[in-house]
Structures are given as structure tokens and as C-alpha cells.
């Protein structure tokens, strides 16, 4: 009955491929440059391990390598050819001490973004892209700017106070980041806060798509089928403007510049396109990027720029909510050196207040930023991690959760200290962690901690939150690429006594 050429067939490739999977799994246990590190026998064998933990349960990943590293020691290996490390002598030399390891495709492949500064495999391409956009988020460009970003957080708190019932202040935050970020690099105009509850379709797309993340690293036609569904539902959609519609339009501004380039002379203040649009070839860029590359840069930073100031916003502030004592010195310091608030408070102003800083800090280290463990590829030969030797070729990663909280680095780590946070440099917290060939987020420091200075002080200045229904329990998160929150965090909302 089953007998035939396409049944022979079929069962010689059946044979064919349990013989290389046999061999495979053979020398990854046995004859593999890595097979002297610690770690399950599972991870050595298959790659499906880290899939596992990755994707079938759903981000588990992270919390797993925590057990790991409490059984295995400082290094792990948790595939065949990948291996973790904990601790902060080992980040620096994947990192930062000069390191010119190259990203792993795997991982940075997901985000189909190829020709971006955070996807870039090369460092030195990463490095000459940021060099050129630095300009745009220099100090002295935030301060220029810095009446546009309070006229959003204006319409941000004129919005909050408004609201009779419950706000989701973590879509509410993330609004708000997003209008900036749009507004600044860009010169557009969104109306993302007028979006009814604060659910804008773009908050709701980035919701959803987020835990999908690693099942596009580990399935990546999965991008594809994703893709393909939604351009066939998009015809039901009603005035949805979604992330294929945000693509579209900073296309359709990409396409009017290279067109026209003198429309940059129009817009109402510099933008990302007045670097980029610009050849210079002593930072690496001899010719204008290509139109590709120009939009996956511009759908980077809006990704950068919106999602851990608001994070870090919505983590930040239902600590202090949830703790009196910190609540109450940090109104205390505001209304000191804020006695009016109907006058606004300048960031060169704000950046000197010492608890205020504190609470910022501490924000940022709790909410994480990118928790997955950003793999770097050992190259051009082996190479001395934190005193240990690693071949040529290895994946080796630090997730950012082994940072900050790690007892060397933040006593009591899992606790809001902010006696032990003022203490700290101002970048060692959150994206400061990560070299400048690494992540975007370094480049935009500036925007994001005057963002983050404007946004504590005139929330907690100007209005009196209150936590509603929400529990320590709920700022628990899934490791996807970023936190996954457990449930968002709710206030209700007055306008602060004087």
C-alpha cells in the first residue's frame, strides 16, 4: 500500500535526517569547542532548549537562566554554541572594554530592520550611523527643543485630569513618549494622546506584537504569515491608524525629501532627515542612505524612543505611589523648589534636584529596558571573558536583569533604595549599560532623561494619583525582547493642592 518512489523517497530523507540530527546532537556533547562548560545536557545537545523556554513558555527564558546559574556557576552554556554569563566583570568585556564582537544575526534578523543603527551586525556600521544622528539628540539640541517636549506633557496632564473614571497610565505614558518621539525626530504631527482612553491603535499593535518576538527569532516565517494576515484583515479595519499605516506615511515623508530635499528648510525645527540626508563622508556616511535604510532607521527610533521612557515612567511611578515615605520626600523636594506650578520648571532646573534623580534612577533600573540577553559572536579568535576563555565563534550574552540586579553593583537589589541610588553615576543605570556601537538607546540618553525629568516632576507637582486596582504582583513580566507587564498599572487622577 505504501509502497511507491515518492514513499522510498520520503523515507530516505526521513533516515537521512535522524542520521544528521543523531551526529549532530553527538558531537555537540562530545567533540564541541564548548563541551567543557557547564550547563543541562539538553541545552549542549539541541537548540530547541532555549526555543523552548523561549517560546513555548512564552518568555520563560530569563527567569530560567537565573536557576541555571545558581546550579552551573557564572557561565552556563545554554545551547550548543551559546553561553550566558553573570556578572558584571564579564559585561564589560562583551560590551564594553573595546569589544568589537559582532550581533548575532539571529536574534537581530527578527526585527527585519537590517539596515538600522540597532541591527546593524558590524559595530563600526552601528557606530558611523550614530555618530552622524548624534547632533539631532546633543544636550544642546534637547534644551532648543525642550518647549516642545513640555507642550506634549501639558497635553498629557490636560488629558489625565480630564479622565472621570480609572487611567491606564502605562498605555497613558506610552502615549505620551510616542507623540515626543514622533514630534521630534520627525516633525509630526500624530495626535497620539487624542486617542480615546489612551488606546491608540499603535499602543494596542505594539501590545500585541510584542510576545511575538521570539517566535519570530526562532520561527521566522511566522514574520511573514503575520504580515500577510493583516494586510487581508486591514480591508475590515476603520480608522485604524496601525503601524502599517505610521510605515506608510514615514515613507511617504522619506520619499518627499529625497524629492525635494529644500522641504527640510519648512519644517519647524531639525529633524533626524537634516543629519541623515546629509553625505559625510569623515563619519562614515559618503553617500545618503538608501530609502530602506532611511525608514527602517526612522521605525527604529520611534520603537527606541517610545517604549522605555514609558516603561520607566509607569514602573517609576507606581513605586513611588506605593511607598509613603518615598512619596512624601519627593513632593516635599518639588514643592520646595517648585513653589509655583503654573510656572514652568526648567530640565537644567529639575536635573539638580537630588531625590528627584534618585527616583529617576531607580526607575530606570526596575523597568530594565531590553531584558532578552543581547548575543554577541566571539571574533576574530578566542578571547578572554572576565578571565575565562571562550573560542572563536561562540554566541555569549549578559541579560540586562543580571545587571541590575546584581548585589555587587545594587544592595538589596529587588528593593527601591534610593539612599544607595544617589549615590551612582547618573549612566549607570538602564540603556547607559549598553556600548555606544551596541544600542540605540545610548543615543537618544539626552532626550530620554529630559523626557524623564519632565514627565516625574510635572505628574507629581501637578497632579495627586492614586493607585487603583493594582497590586505588587502586577509589575511581574514575561521576558519577551522588552517587559511584558503581568497587568498595566491604573490611578485615578486629581489635580495636586498647591
Not at 563600526?124 to 516642545?148: G, H, T, V, W
Not at 517610545?306 to 517609576?316: E, H, L, Q
Not at 519627593?330 to 503654573?342: A, M, R, V
Not at 486596582?469 to 495636586?496: G, M, S, Y
Request: one cysteine or more; aromatic letters at 12%; charged letters at 20%.
Amino acid at each position: 500500500m505504501f509502497e511507491g518512489p515518492l514513499y522510498t523517497a520520503s523515507l530516505s530523507l526521513a533516515g537521512t535526517l535522524a542520521v544528521y540530527y543523531c551526529a549532530a546532537i553527538i558531537w555537540n556533547l562530545y567533540f564541541h569547542p564548548l563541551r567543557h562548560f557547564p550547563g543541562p545536557w539538553l541545552a549542549a545537545a539541541t537548540w530547541w532548549y532555549t526555543t523552548w523556554f523561549e517560546v513555548f513558555l512564552n518568555g520563560g527564558m530569563v527567569d530560567h537562566l537565573q536557576t541555571l546559574h545558581k546550579r552551573y556557576g557564572p557561565v552556563v552554556r545554554i545551547a550548543p554554541n551559546e553561553l550566558h554569563f553573570n556578572g558584571p566583570r564579564f559585561y564589560a568585556d562583551i560590551y564594553v572594554n573595546g569589544s568589537k564582537f559582532r550581533k548575532d544575526p539571529k536574534l537581530y534578523t527578527t526585527f527585519h530592520e537590517d539596515e538600522s543603527s540597532f541591527c546593524f551586525i558590524d559595530p563600526q556600521d552601528a557606530k558611523s550611523r550614530r555618530e552622524i544622528m548624534n547632533p539631532l539628540f546633543s544636550r544642546r539640541a534637547i534644551l532648543q527643543m525642550e518647549r516642545y517636549l513640555q507642550a506634549t506633557i501639558d497635553k498629557f496632564l490636560d488629558k489625565l485630569q480630564t479622565s472621570r473614571k480609572p487611567v491606564d497610565l502605562h498605555r497613558a505614558y506610552r502615549c505620551t513618549t510616542l507623540e515626543i518621539i514622533l514630534s521630534y525626530c520627525f516633525a509630526g504631527d500624530y495626535d497620539i494622546l487624542g486617542a480615546a482612553d489612551f488606546a491608540h491603535p499603535l499602543i494596542i499593535a505594539v501590545e500585541n506584537v510584542m510576545p511575538l518576538a521570539l517566535v519570530f527569532k526562532h520561527f521566522p516565517f511566522a514574520y511573514d504569515a503575520l504580515l500577510w494576515l493583516d494586510s487581508q484583515f486591514k480591508r475590515f479595519r476603520q480608522d485604524s491608524f496601525g503601524p502599517g499605516e505610521l510605515t506608510e506615511s514615514l515613507s511617504q515623508q522619506i520619499d518627499e525629501l529625497l524629492m525635494h530635499p529644500e522641504l527640510l528648510q519648512q519644517q519647524g525645527h531639525d529633524t533626524i532627515y537634516h543629519h541623515l540626508l546629509t553625505p559625510n563622508p569623515g563619519k562614515g556616511q559618503p553617500t545618503v542612505p538608501s530609502k530602506k535604510s532611511l525608514l527602517e532607521e526612522a521605525m527604529n527610533l520611534v520603537a527606541a524612543g517610545s517604549d522605555t521612557v514609558g516603561n520607566t515612567s509607569t514602573v517609576g511611578t507606581y513605586y513611588v505611589l506605593s511607598n509613603p515615605d518615598v512619596f512624601a520626600k519627593l513632593i516635599s523636594e518639588l514643592k520646595q523648589h517648585w513653589p509655583d506650578p503654573t510656572i514652568p520648571l526648567k530640565y537644567e532646573a529639575l536635573e539638580k534636584l537630588p531625590y528627584l534623580t534618585a527616583v529617576i534612577k531607580e526607575s530606570l533600573r526596575m523597568s530594565h529596558g531590553i531584558v532578552t540577553p543581547l548575543p554577541r559572536i566571539v571574533a576574530p579568535a578566542d578571547a578572554s571573558i572576565g578571565g575565562v576563555v571562550v573560542p572563536a565563534g561562540t554566541v555569549v550574552g549578559v541579560g540586562a536583569t543580571f545587571i541590575h540586579y546584581n548585589p555587587e553593583l545594587f544592595p538589596e537589589p529587588h528593593n527601591i533604595l534610593l539612599q544607595r541610588t544617589a549615590k551612582l553615576p547618573r549612566n549607570q543605570v538602564q540603556w547607559s549599560f549598553f556600548p555606544a556601537e551596541m544600542c540605540v538607546l545610548n543615543m537618544i540618553d539626552s532626550l530620554a532623561w529630559c523626557e524623564l525629568y519632565l514627565l516625574f516632576a510635572n505628574v507629581f507637582r501637578k497632579l495627586d494619583l492614586e493607585l487603583y486596582n493594582t497590586k505588587p504582583e502586577d509589575l511581574e513580566f514575561q521576558c519577551h525582547l522588552t517587559p511584558t507587564f503581568r497587568k498595566h498599572v491604573e490611578v485615578t487622577v486629581k489635580q495636586a493642592t498647591p
